[in-house]
C-alpha cells in the first residue's frame, strides 16, 4: 500500500528510486525471503541457493554500492537517498537488507580514506562485482563480547582487564591476528572480507583496539557452522576463527589514537542504517494488517469496522510514520555532519527496531490464529523484528550508551 510522503522536499528522482526498489524488493526478496526461512541454515548458503541469486540481483542493480560515491562508480546517493534504498529493501526482506548493508563494510571504509592501495584492493572490486563474489563482513562481537565493544563513552572502556579476544601483534612488519569472532558476524559464512575489530595493546583495554580490512580467503582463516537463529534466517551469520592469519601493515586503517572515534563514527553510521531497516519491516507489518482487517469478517461486519481495532490501527500508524520521520533526521543529519551526533543514530535504532517490534506483535493478534500460522508471512516479520532488539548493539546496552553520552554534554 502507498504511504503519504510527508516529506516536501523529495525530488521525482527520489520518488522514482523508491518505486523502483519497492517493486524489486516485492518481487525478488519477499517470496526469497520466505522460502529461505524454511531452509537449515547450512543449505541458505549452499551455492545453488537462492540466496545466491538474490544478492547477484542486488548487485547487478547496484544496490551494493549504494554508500559508494559516483567518484568510485558507486551510485551516489544523496543520504535521502540511501535512507529510501535501505527502507525499500527492508520492506520486502530486512535480512536481505541486512546482508547487503554488511557486503559493503570495507568499500565503504576505504572510500573515507581514499588511499590507492585501498581503493584498487576493496572499492574496484566491489563496485565492478555483479556476483556478489565480493562480500564484506562487519567482525566486532565475540564469544565473550557483544554489545559492550560498542560503548565507547562507558568507564569500562578502557579497563586493562577487559580487552577484545581477537588480537594483532607486529610481525615483520605487518600484523599477526589470532582469535574468535562469535556466530553473530553477519555475512560471516559468505564473505570475502572483513572489517574487523581486534586489540592492537591490551593495556589499554577495549579501547586499545585497531581496524583492519582483511581478506578472509587466506591461510589461517576458518569458518564455523552458520547460526540457526530465531529470526531473519536469509542472513547468514557465523563464527569466524583466526589462526596467524595476516594483514599487511597498509590495511590496519585505525591504531588505538583513532579506534574509539572510529567505533563512534561507525555506530553512528550503523545504527542510523537499522533505524532504516526496521521502518521499512514496520511499514510491511502495518500494511499487511491493514489490508487483512478489511477482508476479515468477525461478528457480523470486517474488522476495520470495528472501533478496538481502528483504534489498534492508528496506534501502529502513528509508530511507523514517527519511525520513518525520525530515522530519515537521523540518517541525513549524521551523514552530513563530521563527526556525527551518535546518540541521534543510537536513538533510530532503538526507537524504530522496538517500533517495528510493537507494530509486528499488534499485526500477529490483529490476524489472531492466522497470525500464528506459518502459512501468512506475519509471523516471519514478527520474529525478524524481534532479532533487530539485539542486533547491532542490544537496545538496553545502547540506550545506556547513549544516556552516558547525554550526561557527558550536560557535564562538560
Not at 518481487?27 to 545453488?48: G, N, Q
Not at 520474529?383 to 538496553?396: K, L, T, V
Amino acid at each position: 500500500m502507498a504511504y503519504q510522503e510527508l516529506d516536501l522536499t523529495l525530488t521525482d528522482e527520489h520518488m522514482h528510486l523508491k518505486d523502483e526498489v519497492h517493486r524489486f524488493s516485492m518481487e525478488v526478496l519477499r517470496p526469497a525471503s520466505l522460502e529461505l526461512d524454511r531452509l537449515p541454515p547450512e543449505d541458505v548458503i549452499k551455492r545453488e541457493s537462492i540466496y545466491w541469486d538474490c544478492m547477484s540481483r542486488m548487485y547487478q542493480q547496484g544496490y551494493h554500492t549504494v554508500l559508494i560515491s559516483d567518484e568510485y562508480g558507486g551510485l551516489g546517493l544523496d543520504p535521502l537517498g540511501v535512507h529510501i534504498v535501505w527502507e525499500e529493501i527492508a520492506y520486502g526482506s530486512v535480512g536481505f537488507a541486512v546482508s547487503l548493508g554488511c557486503s559493503c563494510f570495507n568499500a565503504f571504509y576505504a572510500s573515507m580514506l581514499a588511499d590507492d592501495k585501498l581503493i584498487d584492493t576493496f572499492i574496484t572490486p566491489f563496485v565492478r562485482c555483479r556476483d556478489a563474489s565480493v562480500m564484506s563482513c562487519w567482525g566486532i562481537t565475540e564469544p565473550d563480547h557483544g554489545s559492550d565493544i560498542l560503548s565507547p563513552s562507558s568507564t569500562f572502556f578502557r579497563d586493562a582487564s577487559i580487552t577484545q579476544q581477537v588480537k594483532a601483534r607486529k610481525e615483520n612488519g605487518d600484523w599477526v591476528i589470532n582469535g574468535q569472532k562469535s556466530a553473530w558476524i553477519s555475512n560471516g559464512p559468505v564473505a570475502s572480507n572483513v572489517s574487523l575489530f581486534l586489540n592492537l595493546e591490551p593495556s589499554l583495554g577495549i579501547a586499545g583496539g585497531g581496524i583492519c580490512l582483511l581478506d578472509l580467503n587466506q591461510k589461517g582463516i576458518s569458518r564455523g557452522r552458520p547460526l540457526n537463529k530465531i529470526g531473519q534466517r536469509e542472513l547468514p551469520q557465523g563464527e569466524i576463527f583466526f589462526d596467524n592469519a595476516v594483514c599487511p601493515k597498509e590495511f590496519m586503517i585505525v591504531d588505538p589514537e583513532s579506534y574509539e572515534a572510529m567505533t563512534e563514527l561507525t555506530l553512528g553510521h550503523a545504527n542510523a542504517t537499522m533505524g532504516a531497516y526496521f521502518t521499512g519491516l514496520a511499514q510491511a507489518a502495518y500494511d499487511m494488517a491493514l489490508q487483512y482487517t478489511t477482508e476479515r469478517v468477525q461478528g457480523g461486519k470486517r474488522l476495520c469496522e470495528h472501533q478496538w481495532v481502528q483504534k489498534k490501527l492508528f496506534d501502529m500508524f502513528v509508530r511507523v510514520e514517527t519511525a520513518r520521520s525520525f530515522s530519515r533526521s537521523a540518517m541525513v543529519y549524521n551523514m552530513n555532519t563530521t563527526p556525527p551526533d551518535v546518540k541521534y543514530s543510537i536513538a533510530s535504532k532503538v526507537y524504530c527496531t522496538q517500533a517495528a517490534f510493537d507494530v509486528t506483535n499488534d499485526a500477529v493478534q490483529l490476524f489472531g490464529g492466522y497470525g500464528l500460522s506459518k502459512e501468512l508471512p506475519i509471523e516471519k516479520l514478527f520474529r525478524d523484528a524481534r532479532a533487530g532488539m539485539i542486533e547491532d548493539g542490544s537496545n538496553d546496552t545502547l540506550a545506556m550508551t547513549a544516556g552516558n553520552m547525554i550526561i557527558r554534554e550536560v557535564l562538560a
